[in-house]
């Protein structure tokens, strides 16, 4: 069964501060996804990575195939950034389609 | 497009109550997932469909929970009777395909008493 583990839990950070988000899993897996959760709001979806690195703007996210872990990067963090992050794999194989999911790390950042 | 649509955005009910949920994916999506997401389990897979067609339903808590995609631009997640314990967010979310991202609508808030 895959594991996803995402640390730390909860952040809290002063604007301008870089953030390092990590999430780990135990099988392999096919592509990884960093979603965005304002509170009480909807999820938006960050990246969608397979290998090397992505960057969109002030976030970067990476991912090492090998060791089984993605980083989320957050550059100069604003207090806009404050949301819960969360991590999700979806394995390789036959069900495909099936995303598992961190249970999350909620980032507060500070003015 | 207007992303994912979901209706309720709130329901509340009282328990023994049927409660329908309903979804519209983004237009040439062929993928439609259902999720539901509370504090202790975080978000679980209820349902996908490929093309209208349900293909994986294993995560479909008990009978008293049903879903359908009648077309490929609407979906439906019923709860009947409707238990305090089925208080959460419900997500709709659709994809391209199913390999690719996938487009969460905004959720419906479901508080059974």
């Known amino acids: 069964k895959n594991e996803v583990e995402q640390s730390p839990q909860n952040l809290t950070a002063q604007e301008g501060e870089f953030i390092t988000i990590n999430c780990s899993y135990s099988?392999?897996?096919?592509?990884l996804h960093w979603l965005q959760q304002h509170p009480g709001g909807g999820i938006v979806s960050l990246f969608m990575?397979?290998?090397g690195k992505k960057k969109h703007g002030r976030l970067i996210a990476t991912i090492n195939i090998q060791e089984k872990h993605s980083s989320l990067h957050i550059t100069a963090s604003h207090p806009r950034d404050s949301a819960v992050y969360i991590c999700a794999v979806r394995e390789s194989g036959g069900s495909n389609y099936k995303l598992t999911f961190g249970k999350g790390t909620l980032l507060t950042v500070n003015p | 497009d207007a992303g994912v649509i979901q209706s309720p955005r709130h329901e509340v009910t009282e328990m023994g109550q049927e409660v329908t949920l309903r979804c519209k994916p983004i237009?040439?999506?062929?993928?439609l997932f259902w999720y539901r997401q509370t504090m202790m389990r975080g978000l679980e897979l209820l349902i996908y469909f490929n093309n209208n067609v349900p293909i994986d339903d294993s995560g479909m808590p008990e009978d008293r929970f049903s879903a359908k995609m009648p077309n490929a631009s609407f979906s439906t997640l019923k709860i009947q009777p409707s238990e305090p314990r089925d208080s959460a967010v419900y997500f709709c979310?659709?994809?391209?395909?199913?390999?690719?991202?996938?487009?969460f609508g905004p959720g419906t808030r479901l508080t059974v008493t």
């Open positions: 990575l397979s290998s």
């Open positions: 099988v392999g897996i096919s592509a």
């Open positions: 979310a659709s994809s391209f395909s199913a390999q690719y991202e996938q487009y």
């Open positions: 237009s040439g999506h062929n993928s």
